[in-house]
């Protein structure tokens, strides 16, 4: 069945870093697009990066547009999340996201908490 495992979560200082990882399992990897969302409290949930199956192309939110770098690595079958600048509203649970056959996966968050 299809696995999504993040990692990384942390509570961390405005201005400060965050990598977060999704390990992958129970589907092709490599022939997935791949996405990270984001829920605050009391918000929807949204869309913050996009990676294509072959890391070519990358999309992402204004909000987060030349702080956030979405990577992904097809032999670890494995996608980051690389947060750079981090601000207090960026504090949210992230979650790792496929959509295969119409059908949405997710996995079970990592709390991101920006505060000092």
């Known amino acids: 069945q299809v696995q999504l495992v993040e990692s990384g979560g942390d509570l961390v200082q405005p201005g400060g870093s965050l990598r977060l990882s999704c390990a992958a399992s129970?589907?092709?990897?490599?022939?997935?697009?791949m996405s990270w969302y984001r829920q605050a409290p009391g918000k929807e949930r949204e869309l913050v990066a996009r990676i294509s199956s072959t890391g070519g192309s990358t999309n992402y939110a204004g909000s987060v547009k030349d702080r956030f770098t979405i990577s992904r690595d097809n032999s670890k079958k494995t996608t980051y999340l690389q947060m750079n600048s981090l601000k207090p509203e960026d504090t949210a649970v992230y979650y790792c996201?496929?959509?295969?056959?119409?059908?949405?996966?997710w996995g079970q968050g990592a709390q991101v908490t920006v505060s000092s």
């Open positions: 129970g589907f092709t990897f490599s022939s997935s697009a």
């Open positions: 996201n496929v959509r295969l056959f119409q059908i949405d996966y």
